[in-house]
């Protein structure tokens, strides 16, 4: 009889060893093969099972609330999530999803995640070990720590004015503080609720279909991921090029510019849309937007000074990140003298985004330097921890300060004494620079409306702001109506909310 039972124990014991060594296999090399597997509803099922950290936005105060001097800025959460008490137990929800959509993006539990609740997702899920005081402890025990939370640079007022003065116009907005490269408006339209993909009922599936099929593109973030043939507005890049390289020396001088311009090697007459421009000086043809003088001035720069200068800008760079990915503008690299001319007053094949544009205004704004731009200030635990801080970078120096100065001249007399004249602001220094952009076959679409401009109030020592404007399927009638009328005013309306002379909040849709 005892020799059965030790029988029987060395069985069950081997038995257990088994155990053991195939738990101890599976925890040391397949484990990660059945948490990605699609059949394994316990991650997903842990990642809902808590509320997901907050985006914020603040609101620098002028004074703050004891009395003392100094400035303070107020945070406020434009996210939350809600118990549902269903098995994936926590949705996201959204303060004025609409408005901020093209910041946020959206967190389902159905289509995943986009912009900062995809580039955040690990803090925000409480995935980052960075949230856990014993990384080791919670990996083992599998024990997911709450989320953290991210502060935007998005001003919220300058926000609002430039959704309120979109309206129902189709477009996109970027304002960016030239001096650091903080993003305070990231804007387009027409937008959506990212709330109705929160969840996982059929009304999901609905609202997904509807904002995919929907021809205005909703879900389409067209101040980062659109580019658009940027028109006149391209011409702020000419001109620095043919400082830079000296094409022309003197913004005051006459230029040897016929009109029409009769592109090189072509039988192509290029005309213009505005008299005066024959001969006209730089700055003249800048206030009247010429596009006979910048087609031959950009000619005669020259294609690898012109694609330099681009380049410098920003343009051909397909690595910028905001954290979410800007799509990346184009300058062609190779091309005849005639497409460079076309390309140089921002036709043929030169695409860009509107916060490249922008980029364009804040390197001129801020003395030639181009600060890298950015949407996320601060990472921070639950509990306000810092655990990550943004801080203002040099992303290039596209142009001397000189340069700057010289381009600032020339868009100051575009706005006072040209086709920007709808962005003049009382009490501040305005320059900018309108564009109409042709575009499709025969430029038979209707067309794109640009302003690109910066904003100093009297008495301060730097422009404040510098935004970029566009609006798709503007009317227009001849060169630079559609931008001065339709892009101008509402530059106007996010230059003045910048300047802290924001319209009252009674716009807000």
């Known amino acids: 009889m005892t020799r059965y039972i030790r029988r029987t124990s060395v069985f069950c014991l081997l038995l257990l060893l088994a155990l053991l060594v195939n738990a101890g296999r599976i925890q040391a090399f397949t484990a990660r093969s059945y948490d990605h597997n699609p059949a394994n509803r316990r991650p997903t099922i842990a990642r809902y099972d808590h509320p997901r950290g907050d985006i914020l936005i603040g609101r620098t105060t002028a004074r703050r609330p004891d009395g003392l001097p100094g ?60 949230l856990a005081p014993f990384p080791l402890w919670n990996r083992l025990t599998r024990a997911r720590p709450p989320g953290g939370d991210v502060r935007t640079t998005i001003d919220p007022a300058v926000q609002r004015a430039a959704f309120a003065a979109l309206g129902r116009k189709k477009g996109a907005i970027a304002a960016i503080e030239p001096a650091t490269g903080r993003i305070l408006a990231l804007v387009s339209t027409p937008s959506y609720d990212p709330g109705t993909l929160s969840g996982t009922g059929a009304d999901v599936l609905r609202h997904w279909a509807r904002l995919n099929a929907d021809a205005g593109r909703p879900m389409l973030n067209r101040a980062i991921r659109q580019t658009y043939p940027p028109g006149s507005a391209f011409k702020v890049v000419t001109a620095a090029a043919a400082l830079e390289y000296e094409t022309v020396t003197d913004i005051d001088a006459r230029t040897d510019s016929p009109d029409p311009y009769r592109l090189p090697g072509t039988l192509t007459r290029l005309g213009n849309h505005t008299g005066g421009c024959e001969d006209a000086s730089l700055r003249r043809a800048f206030a009247r937007s010429c596009n006979t003088v910048f087609a031959r001035v ?12 681009a380049e410098d800008f920003g343009f051909n760079d397909a690595s910028l990140t905001i954290p979410s990915r800007v799509a990346k503008s184009t300058f062609a690299t190779e091309m005849d003298t005639a497409q460079l001319a076309l390309s140089s007053i921002g036709q043929y094949e030169t695409r860009a985004t509107p916060l490249q544009m922008a980029m364009v205004a804040a390197a ?18 639950a509990g306000g921890t810092p655990l990550a801080t943004a801080r203002p970078r040099l992303l290039r120096q596209p142009m001397s300060p000189r340069t700057a100065a010289q381009l600032r001249r020339m868009m100051i007399s575009a706005v006072t004494d040209g086709t920007g004249a709808a962005a003049a602001l009382p009490g501040a220094t305005v320059g900018g620079k309108t564009g109409t952009a042709q575009h499709g076959v025969g430029n038979a679409g209707m067309p794109y409306a640009w302003f690109i401009g910066w904003a100093r109030a009297d008495g301060a020592p730097q422009p404040a702001v510098a935004t970029a404007v566009v609006v798709e399927d503007a009317a227009a009638r001849r060169d630079d109506i559609s931008g001065a009328r339709a892009a101008a005013p509402v530059a106007r309306a996010v230059l003045r909310a910048a300047l802290g002379d924001a319209p009252p909040l009674g716009a807000r849709r």
Do not use: C, K, N
């Open 71 to 130: 400035r303070r800025t107020e945070w406020q959460p434009i996210t939350g999530s809600r118990d549902t008490g269903q098995r994936l137990r926590y949705e996201r929800t959204y303060a004025d999803g609409p408005l901020y959509a093209p910041v946020t993006g959206f967190s389902s539990q159905i289509y995943g995640t986009s912009l900062v609740e995809r580039a955040a997702d690990a803090v925000l899920s409480g995935a980052d070990p960075r």
């Open 298 to 309: 950009g000619a005669r720069t020259g294609l690898d000074a012109m694609a330099t200068t």
């Open 364 to 381: 001129v704004a801020a003395g030639g330097d181009l600060m890298r731009p950015y949407l996320v200030d601060r990472v921070t635990t």
